[in-house]
């Protein structure tokens, strides 16, 4: 079972950027399907972005496409999430889990870390 540590959330204006970063332990992380999802105060946990476990497959929520892109190094055991435009609704935990398919259940969460954007 893989490991999941993100970093590089922060407080930044609306308009800004910010890049997250999902750390894996383990020896089978390129075998992961990685994804991002968010979570909002009072909100429920919604999905953000997908790649595939060789990187050539992406997929967006509708809200984040145009502004986000998920990519990964897996020589580096590491998932990135770059954010640009980034909107005060943007405000929330984020969250990177491992599938060992896509579209299927994760098999493991990292901690989260959090974004908040100010208006």
């Known amino acids: 079972q893989v490991q999941l540590v993100e970093s590089g959330g922060g407080l930044v204006q609306a308009g800004g950027s910010l890049r997250l970063s999902c750390a894996a332990s383990g020896r089978t992380f390129s075998s992961y399907v990685i994804s991002w999802l968010r979570q909002a105060p009072g909100k429920e946990r919604e999905f953000v972005a997908r790649?595939?476990?060789?990187?050539?497959?992406?997929y967006y929520a509708d809200s984040v496409k145009g502004r986000f892109t998920v990519s990964r190094d897996n020589a580096k055991n590491t998932v990135y999430l770059q954010m640009n435009s980034l909107k005060p609704e943007d405000t929330a935990v984020y969250y990177c889990?491992?599938?060992?398919?896509w579209g299927s259940g994760y098999a493991s969460w990292g901690q989260g870390t959090q974004v908040t954007i100010s208006s």
């Open positions: 889990a491992a599938a060992g398919v």
């Open positions: 790649i595939s476990s060789t990187g050539g497959r992406t």
